[in-house]
């Protein structure tokens, strides 16, 4: 493929954008993988450990020398650093990724800047704690890559984004945008909520009863795990996908009440239909 003679840019060197960095350049299926972050600390750690092949002197720098960019930056900054690189770019790229978490009202936003060249894909891996010190080049190992297309997406930009989440060790499949947030703010986005809430329940029972942390298993490790990652990733995922998520947190706050208000026979079987449908998500996503 002619873009193996590329060379990639990463604008964002944390947990995704570190991991994705770290494992193209291992990878060797690039000419170059260069990389720059806002935080000189970051940028200075990733050249110190030899994240890429080398960390550009500037934004501009990165704007110029980069084939294929990738933008591995918080949601809220994604319109910002986009206009910023467009102003000292000359030419398109071959393709702009951008790997945040909603796609429908972003990919709007982006591709009006970008226009056939912008891509959006999703590595549906992760941990519940970010930041460079987290990254890992085996990440998206046996993950999901989800590849979110415009209608005036490139074929090429297309390819392109399918061979990174091929060569990151994922499966990619193709979706729409909208049906892309939709899924997403059911299975990990109002997990985030859920994790949250339960996690100030409990701190709020601590209060009364002192012994509580003393009593924590791994159910409730398990089920706020995601509730300890960054608070501005929950505040971005509510400022672009609250429409999907305020009409399954009605949904989730319905069967709730149903719980609430039945007898145990009632709970046991509500409780086996939770057991069973999860039994048979799980399984279906291992295929």
């Given at each position: 493929?002619?873009?193996?003679?590329?060379?990639?840019?990463?604008?964002?060197?944390?947990?995704?954008?570190?991991?994705?960095?770290?494992c193209?350049?291992?990878?060797q299926?690039?000419?170059?993988?260069?990389?720059?972050?806002?935080?000189?600390?970051?940028?200075?750690?990733?050249?110190?450990?030899?994240?890429?092949?080398?960390?550009?002197?500037?934004?501009?720098?990165?704007?110029?020398?980069?084939?294929?960019?990738?933008?591995?930056?918080?949601?809220?900054?994604?319109?910002?650093?986009?206009?910023?690189?467009?102003?000292?770019?000359?030419?398109?790229?071959?393709?702009?990724?951008?790997?945040?978490?909603?796609?429908?009202?972003?990919?709007?936003?982006?591709?009006?800047?970008?226009?056939?060249?912008?891509?959006?894909?999703?590595?549906?891996?992760?941990?519940?704690?970010?930041?460079?010190?987290?990254?890992?080049?085996?990440?998206?190992?046996?993950?999901?890559?989800?590849?979110?297309?415009?209608?005036?997406?490139?074929?090429?930009?297309?390819?392109?984004?399918?061979?990174?989440?091929?060569?990151?060790?994922?499966?990619?499949?193709?979706?729409?945008?909208?049906?892309?947030?939709?899924?997403?703010?059911?299975?990990?986005?109002?997990?985030?909520?859920?994790s949250?809430?339960?996690?100030?329940?409990?701190?709020?029972?601590?209060?009364?009863?002192?012994?509580?942390?003393?009593?924590?298993?791994?159910?409730?490790?398990d089920?706020t795990?995601?509730?300890?990652?960054?608070?501005?990733?929950?505040?971005?995922?509510?400022?672009?996908?609250?429409?999907?998520?305020?009409?399954?947190?009605?949904?989730?706050?319905?069967?709730?009440?149903r719980?609430g208000?039945?007898?145990?026979?009632?709970?046991?079987?509500?409780?086996?239909?939770?057991?069973?449908?999860r039994?048979?998500?799980?399984?279906s996503?291992?295929?």
């Open positions: 493929m002619h873009f193996r003679h590329c060379t990639v840019g990463f604008i964002g060197l944390g947990l995704i954008g570190g991991s994705m960095a770290s193209l350049k291992g990878k299926v690039f000419k170059s993988v260069i990389g720059w972050d806002m935080d000189p600390l970051v940028r200075e750690r990733a050249a110190d450990e030899m994240m890429v092949h080398r960390i550009a002197g500037s934004l501009g720098d990165l704007a110029s020398e980069s084939d294929i960019l990738i933008l591995a930056v918080p949601l809220r900054e994604m319109e910002k650093v986009s206009l910023t690189v467009r102003s000292l770019r000359k030419g398109n790229f071959q393709a702009v990724l951008d790997v945040g978490s909603t796609k429908e009202e972003i990919g709007v936003v982006l591709g009006d800047i970008w226009k056939e060249s912008y891509v959006g894909v999703h590595p549906v891996a992760g941990k519940e704690k970010g930041g460079i010190e987290n990254r890992d080049p085996d990440l998206f190992m046996g993950s999901c890559f989800a590849v979110v297309p415009r209608e005036g997406t490139s074929r090429e930009a297309r390819e392109i984004a399918h061979f990174i989440g091929r060569n990151l060790g994922a499966r990619t499949l193709t979706i729409d945008p909208s049906e892309h947030d939709r899924i997403m703010a059911c299975v990990s986005h109002l997990p985030i909520f859920i949250s809430a339960l996690s100030i329940l409990a701190k709020e029972e601590e209060a009364s009863h002192p012994l509580l942390s003393s009593l924590i298993g791994n159910g409730f490790r089920t795990r995601v509730a300890s990652g960054p608070a501005w990733l929950a505040a971005d995922i509510w400022g672009s996908n609250s429409r999907n998520m305020s009409d399954l947190l009605d949904r989730f706050m319905d069967i709730l009440g719980l208000a039945s007898s145990p026979s009632e709970v046991e079987f509500l409780a086996e239909s939770g057991r069973r449908g039994n048979i998500i799980i399984s996503s291992e295929r």
